[in-house]
């Protein structure tokens, strides 16, 4: 079976050549996502993409694109409540599946008495706090540390566009210029364009902006942008194409 | 249209599904859709593992017994190789269309109830596991499928991989077998009148086809090992470098 060729590309199951796992004394190995441990000393993939390992931090995990989303723990998302209960609003995060739970402490300086009223429909932007198989997802709009909102809650006006995860993967990234090779939110705004964006780990996108004109024209970019797979060069051509159809 | 020409592959057709691919191989033509792991019904739902739901669509009309049988097949086999306790009380939800058959399918098809279609499933088969990995379904292995016929050829009988129909009519017994990316037997079913010896020949026939080392030969080897199983396609290979384009196109930016 194929182990390591010039790419690291994957199948489900393929063996890892265990050189090209990184060893050190001091830290345990970290997987991240698309790889399963067999014990006792087994790595294998469950996905196909391609095998990314990074010695210094000691991990390794698969880079690959998908639409499902599947909760995991610090992950920002952008939610619509579904319905409250006694103590924790219903959250739906993806469609067709089960309902995250959100509390109703979960938000900066919220008590018993106080605490924000969300109607069904209104749109979230939150924290994964409790991933597991077994149970459903739960949500925090406050940072469990500070004690802050540090951007979480309720998010009105503007409007959400759906991407794909790994899209949504590339947007979050610190660096998404350099790392992810994504210019278009700075191509847009250099353009003149007043907007905001919250991105979603379940693939969507938020865009809010005064005028529903730019929401619109944000939008656009971004979801061309992800289904045609623009390259940065492709990404400065859709900018500009956009603006001259504005005017 | 011949039995032998060689498959094709388009992943991610249907741009609302989670994972979708459509396969042509030796005269089908098949759309599959895959998503999940969804929320399953109250019916379907198991506290420990996900439901795999297969449904198959004929290419005319309505599906029927056939049909059903042909989703049970599919539905145990994949069980095996997608990591359904991963997914606990979850669904994962692969519709099978199928568009083109070699034979006319707007005749004759129902005629039989209990007669099974064995040569469409391994063309149903490769296409789930396409769609399954398009869809990034987390997985034990891939896996391929192919079917082998006895044919009687005067006195001699003779094994036939992807049999035309019309060697269908005549054979004496046909099998399916789908063996996993390391090298398992995951599926065989078979159908008409064989000895132990012939189902011996018919394993290791398939398995060849199914199970081929990777490594790349040079060469006069590569050309003897293309020769001794003419005009086969590497199943394996052939999933492999279909999915090398889609994971170059999705990570283009990496």
């Given at each position: 079976?194929?182990?390591?060729?010039?790419?690291?590309?994957?199948?489900?199951?393929?063996?890892?050549?265990?050189?090209?796992?990184?060893?050190?004394?001091?830290?345990?190995?970290?997987l991240?996502?698309?790889?399963?441990?067999?014990?006792?000393?087994?790595?294998?993939?469950?996905?196909?993409?391609?095998?990314?390992?990074?010695?210094?931090?000691?991990?390794?995990?698969?880079?690959?694109?998908?639409?499902?989303?599947?909760?995991?723990?610090?992950?920002?998302i952008?939610?619509?409540?579904?319905r409250?209960?006694?103590?924790?609003?219903?959250?739906?995060?993806?469609?067709?599946?089960?309902?995250?739970?959100?509390?109703?402490?979960?938000?900066?300086?919220?008590?018993?008495?106080?605490?924000?009223?969300?109607?069904?429909?209104?749109?979230?932007?939150?924290?994964?706090?409790?991933?597991?198989?077994?149970?459903?997802?739960e949500?925090?709009?406050?940072?469990?540390?500070?004690?802050?909102?540090?951007?979480?809650?309720?998010?009105?006006?503007?409007?959400?566009?759906?991407?794909?995860?790994?899209?949504?993967?590339?947007?979050?990234?610190?660096?998404?210029?350099?790392?992810?090779?994504?210019?278009?939110?700075?191509?847009?705004?250099?353009?003149?364009?007043?907007?905001?964006?919250?991105?979603?780990?379940?693939?969507?996108?938020?865009?809010?902006?005064?005028?529903?004109?730019?929401?619109?024209?944000?939008?656009?970019?971004?979801?061309?942008?992800?289904?045609?797979?623009?390259?940065?060069?492709?990404?400065?051509?859709?900018?500009?194409?956009?603006?001259?159809?504005?005017? | 249209?011949?039995?032998?020409?060689?498959?094709?592959?388009?992943?991610?057709?249907?741009?609302?599904?989670?994972?979708?691919?459509?396969?042509?191989?030796?005269?089908?033509?098949?759309?599959?859709?895959?998503?999940?792991?969804?929320?399953?019904?109250?019916?379907?739902?198991?506290?420990?593992?996900?439901?795999?739901?297969?449904?198959?669509?004929?290419?005319?009309?309505?599906?029927?017994?056939?049909e059903?049988?042909?989703?049970?097949?599919?539905?145990?086999?994949?069980?095996?190789?997608?990591?359904?306790?991963?997914?606990?009380?979850?669904?994962i939800?692969?519709?099978?269309?199928i568009?083109?058959?070699?034979?006319?399918?707007?005749?004759?098809?129902?005629?039989?109830?209990?007669?099974?279609?064995?040569?469409?499933?391994?063309?149903l088969?490769?296409?789930?596991i396409?769609?399954?990995?398009?869809?990034?379904?987390?997985?034990?292995?891939?896996?391929?499928?192919?079917?082998?016929?006895?044919?009687?050829?005067?006195?001699?009988?003779?094994?036939?991989?992807?049999?035309?129909?019309?060697?269908?009519?005549?054979?004496?017994?046909?099998?399916?077998?789908?063996?996993?990316?390391?090298?398992?037997?995951l599926?065989?079913?078979?159908?008409?009148?064989?000895?132990?010896?012939?189902?011996?020949?018919?394993?290791?026939?398939?398995?060849?086809?199914?199970?081929?080392?990777?490594?790349?030969?040079?060469?006069?080897e590569?050309?003897?090992?293309?020769?001794?199983?003419?005009?086969?396609?590497?199943?394996?290979?052939?999933?492999?470098?279909?999915?090398?384009?889609?994971?170059?196109?999705?990570?283009?930016?990496?």
């Amino acid at each position: 079976m194929e182990t390591q060729s010039q790419s690291f590309v994957v199948l489900p199951g393929d063996a890892i050549d265990p050189s090209i796992i990184p060893t050190t004394k001091t830290k345990p190995l970290r997987l991240g996502p698309g790889l399963r441990h067999i014990p006792p000393s087994e790595i294998v993939p469950t996905v196909s993409g391609k095998l990314i390992v990074d010695p210094r931090k000691n991990s390794m995990w698969v880079e690959y694109n998908s639409h499902r989303y599947i909760p995991s723990q610090n992950d920002l998302i952008i939610g619509q409540i579904a319905r409250n209960a006694a103590d924790f609003y219903y959250v739906n995060i993806s469609p067709y599946n089960s309902n995250a739970t959100l509390p109703h402490l979960s938000f900066e300086s919220a008590t018993k008495k106080t605490r924000p009223q969300l109607a069904p429909g209104q749109l979230i932007y939150a924290r994964v706090t409790l991933a597991n198989k077994h149970m459903d997802a739960e949500l925090e709009c406050v940072s469990s540390t500070t004690g802050k909102a540090e951007g979480l809650g309720p998010i009105t006006g503007g409007m959400v566009f759906d991407i794909s995860l790994g899209f949504a993967r590339r947007l979050l990234m610190a660096k998404s210029k350099d790392e992810g090779g994504l210019q278009v939110l700075e191509l847009l705004g250099e353009e003149g364009l007043a907007f905001e964006t919250a991105v979603g780990r379940n693939g969507k996108v938020w865009v809010g902006s005064d005028s529903p004109k730019i929401v619109i024209i944000v939008g656009r970019a971004l979801k061309e942008t992800d289904e045609g797979d623009l390259g940065v060069d492709a990404q400065k051509k859709l900018v500009k194409r956009l603006m001259r159809d504005m005017r | 249209m011949t039995a032998n020409t060689a498959p094709e592959a388009a992943l991610g057709v249907l741009p609302k599904a989670d994972g979708s691919a459509k396969y042509s191989h030796a005269g089908y033509t098949i759309t599959a859709s895959v998503n999940g792991p969804l929320e399953a019904q109250r019916k379907d739902e198991h506290p420990n593992e996900a439901h795999v739901d297969v449904i198959v669509r004929p290419a005319a009309g309505v599906g029927a017994t056939r049909e059903r049988h042909l989703e049970s097949v599919l539905q145990s086999s994949l069980s095996q190789i997608i990591l359904v306790k991963n997914f606990p009380r979850g669904l994962i939800q692969i519709v099978l269309q199928i568009e083109e058959t070699p034979e006319n399918d707007y005749v004759n098809t129902k005629l039989v109830q209990a007669s099974v279609n064995f040569p469409i499933m391994p063309a149903l088969f490769q296409t789930c596991i396409l769609a399954l990995l398009s869809a990034a379904v987390p997985m034990r292995a891939t896996a391929t499928a192919s079917v082998v016929a006895i044919v009687l050829e005067g006195e001699k009988k003779k094994t036939v991989v992807d049999p035309t129909p019309k060697q269908l009519q005549t054979a004496q017994s046909v099998h399916v077998l789908a063996f996993t990316s390391h090298d398992e037997l995951l599926l065989a079913e078979s159908e008409g009148d064989f000895t132990v010896q012939e189902w011996d020949e018919i394993y290791e026939t398939a398995k060849g086809i199914c199970c081929r080392p990777q490594t790349r030969k040079s060469g006069a080897e590569m050309v003897l090992d293309e020769a001794d199983v003419a005009g086969q396609a590497d199943m394996r290979q052939f999933i492999r470098s279909t999915m090398e384009g889609k994971v170059a196109a999705d990570l283009h930016w990496k």
